[in-house]
């Protein structure tokens, strides 16, 4: 514990004290886990390489980054199993089984895929070439596979070959070819027994069904009062069409998710923030015809657009409990400049379609939608920008995700 409480702050003095701290350990008796004191020995012989290539490098890194590569370097450790080999189990490959012999034996994974292994040594040699110059290939690797398979059965006494049927991604759960040839070729008989496990799935519960009934009723047909001041949106209809159910505890019981704290900004933030920029900076030019050289003094002036992009991100994100302005916080600083070229790029667009007059931004529409001779309902949404070039109306729509310009209808 004194060795905890001394936590020293450059990475030699900390890989000295976890090394003293595993041979503490490892030193220590009556260990219960039977495997923990190889597994100790195997992180510190790692530790004690990591910590020789830290000194003849000599890196300087930080404490944060020492942890990073001594948890990559210790996840990809493997310790091997050790036992008695005169008495009980022994767990191995099927290359440690050369020039031994076993009364039993149990071959796990003996499916077509695993046995033999499918997979070739990586090499920048051709097929051809090996088979040329008379390299080991694919076909001798197997014929060695096979010497091993059939050696280890030479002098067994009774021998387990487990398969499973099911594919598991690896393999196709078919028995491999050896147990085919045993099954052909061998005079022993087999004795194949086939093992299978129950699988009981739970009662599903039933299903949740809201009847359209009382309070309900009365909620569902507000959406079809024009003097509604809850109409329709995309996303409600959107909702519906993915889950009506979901949509019933949205829009009909009111009932919402938590607000959750975002630390930096994902792509549906990144959309938001788009579209509070380009109407601060599109606002100016309302009801007003618009050329390329307005265009150019935008595109001309960062700061204008860094400034629409800064107050965006504030107004948005900031609260009164920040200890410290999120301009000045690096992630927000990446994700101000990432705005800065995505607006620069859509004014640059602009441009191409210059003249037009600016008739609306961020313009709130609501319009009845008339289903039927009898039914109607009343929808709204918003619309980011409407543009009006020699007469045609142009509604346009930001995006900042991926993009799906096919529309099988109006």
């Known amino acids: 514990m004194q060795q905890i409480a001394q936590y020293p702050n450059d990475p030699e003095h900390f890989l000295q004290m976890l090394l003293n701290l595993l041979d503490a350990i490892e030193a220590g008796e009556n260990h219960v886990d039977p495997l923990l004191p190889p597994i100790l020995r195997y992180a510190a012989t790692e530790v004690h390489k990591f910590k020789n290539s830290l000194q003849t490098c000599g890196l300087q890194i930080s404490i944060p980054l020492l942890f ?13 199993f050790s036992g008695e080999p005169l008495q009980g189990i022994q767990v191995m490959g099927i290359l440690e089984t050369r020039t031994l012999d076993f009364e039993h034996v149990i071959l796990l994974s003996a499916q077509e895929g695993l046995l033999p292994a499918a997979s070739e040594s990586p090499s920048f040699i051709p097929h051809n070439l090996k088979v040329g110059f008379g390299l080991p290939v694919q076909q001798e690797r197997e014929a060695i596979y096979a010497y091993y398979f059939y050696r280890l059965l030479q002098r067994a006494q009774k021998v387990f070959l487990l398969h499973s049927h099911g594919g598991d991604g690896l393999s196709s759960g078919e028995p491999s070819r050896y147990l085919l040839q045993l099954e052909a070729e061998s005079p022993h008989t087999l004795i194949q027994k086939r093992l299978s496990m129950p699988v009981t799935l739970p009662t599903p519960a039933p299903p949740i069904e809201i009847e359209k009934l009382g309070v309900c009723k009365e909620r569902l047909l507000c959406f079809l009062d024009p003097k509604s001041l809850h109409p329709l949106t995309p996303s409600a209809l959107n909702a519906y069409l993915q889950c009506p159910l979901q949509f019933y505890f949205r829009y009909i019981k009111q009932i919402k998710e938590a607000d959750e704290v975002e630390e930096d900004g994902s792509g549906r933030s990144m959309g938001t923030l788009l579209h509070r920029v380009m109407e601060l900076l599109y606002k100016p030019f309302l009801e007003s015809e618009v050329t390329s050289a307005d265009l150019d003094r935008l595109i001309g002036a960062p700061h204008q657009i860094r400034h629409a992009v800064e107050s965006a991100i504030q107004k948005e994100y900031a609260s009164s409990d920040y200890s410290v302005p999120l301009l000045e916080q690096g992630r927000w600083l990446i994700l101000s400049d990432v705005l800065v070229a995505y607006v620069t790029q ?65």
């Not at 039927?372 to 995700?401: C, H, M, N, W």
């Open 68 to 80: 990073t590569l001594l948890r990559r370097t210790l996840r990809s450790l493997s310790v091997p």
């Open 346 to 410: 859509v004014i640059k667009f602009d441009k191409t379609e210059t003249p037009f007059t600016l008739k609306a931004v961020e313009e709130e529409v609501k319009e009845m939608f008339h289903i039927s001779e009898r039914l109607s309902a009343p929808l709204r949404g918003f619309i980011d920008a409407i543009q009006e070039r020699a007469g045609t109306y142009y509604v346009i729509d930001y995006k900042t995700g991926s993009v799906q310009n096919s529309f099988e209808s109006i």
